[in-house]
């Protein structure tokens, strides 16, 4: 079982930067994939960033250039780094840990782009 918390969330104008962090409850030596997805009202849940245990990372088009996604082992934590934000990036973003036989949650952090 692995728990995740993200934080970081928030109001900010557009242009703005945020970084969001998600911490795990157990060591990321399991975790194959850690991604962040997002999802606005009215729309599906879509991935925004990726990273994989190998480093390889993988961006939404739209944010790419924009968004950047980290991790710190020894932390248990993965980052977010949005700059340049856009109102289209309001939704609530959540973390996600991919495991060999299991996928894990987290419970979401809100981030709002508006002047």
């Known amino acids: 079982q692995v728990q995740l918390v993200e934080s970081g969330g928030g109001l900010v104008q557009p242009g703005g930067s945020l970084r969001l962090s998600c911490l795990a409850s157990?060591?990321?030596?399991?975790?194959?994939?850690m991604g962040w997805y997002r999802e606005a009202p009215g729309k599906e849940r879509e991935l925004v960033a990726s990273?994989?245990?190998?480093?390889?990372?993988n961006y939404a088009d739209s944010v790419k250039g924009r968004f950047t996604i980290a991790g710190d082992s020894a932390k248990n934590t993965w980052y977010l780094q949005m700059t340049n934000l856009k109102p289209e990036d309001t939704a609530v973003y959540y973390c996600?840990?991919?495991?060999?036989?299991?996928?894990?949650w987290g419970q979401g952090t809100q981030v709002t782009v508006s002047s």
């Open positions: 996600n840990a991919r495991l060999t036989f299991s996928v894990y």
């Open positions: 157990r060591s990321s030596v399991s975790v194959n994939t």
């Open positions: 990273l994989t245990r190998t480093g390889t990372t």
